[in-house]
């Protein structure tokens, strides 16, 4: 049986140390894998390959049967699918809430049951718009 790497940063599980050592990178910001033709960098491996395809002169395209879009990966066709069967294989365990995509179940737990803090929105502050018309009345005496 094969042992579980945890996160010392984030408490994350991972089936190897070679995911662990993939994962890492999202806390140092470090992205070792460069595209040569744009020099787009990648934190993962895999990235960096799937990226490659869109410099290819032949791209595979995935056309959603319902809707026509077109996909250049097979599993985005196949999340896409989840807007038209309204199927949310992902459920928390903890409420039983289900979510079309893990990383809403994974926000989910994080900030319904872990208690995290939800990220501050930036917003652009409102500039006040004043007025200065005149107002004039005119009054009729009878």
């Known amino acids: 049986m094969k ?11 991972f089936q190897s140390f070679a995911l662990l050592k ?14 040569e033709l744009c020099n787009k960098t990648f934190r993962m491996k895999q990235r960096l390959v799937a990226h490659r395809r869109v410099h290819s002169a032949q791209r595979a395209s995935y056309t959603c049967a319902v809707c026509h879009k077109h996909f250049s990966t097979h599993s985005n066709r196949q999340r896409h699918m989840f807007i038209h069967t309204g199927l949310k294989p992902f459920k928390c ?9 893990a990383s809403e ?3 989910h737990v994080s900030y319904v049951h872990l208690k995290k803090p939800w990220p501050k929105r ?8 004043v007025s200065h018309a005149r107002v004039t009345c005119a009054c009729v005496l009878f």
């Open 3 to 13: 042992s579980l790497c945890m996160c010392e940063g984030s408490g994350r599980m």
């Open 22 to 35: 993939d994962h890492t990178w999202t806390h140092t910001g470090e992205k070792p894998f460069k595209c």
């Open 93 to 101: 365990e903890m409420c039983g809430k289900c979510f079309k995509h």
């Open 105 to 107: 179940k994974r926000a």
């Open 122 to 129: 930036a917003r652009a502050k409102r500039q006040r718009q």
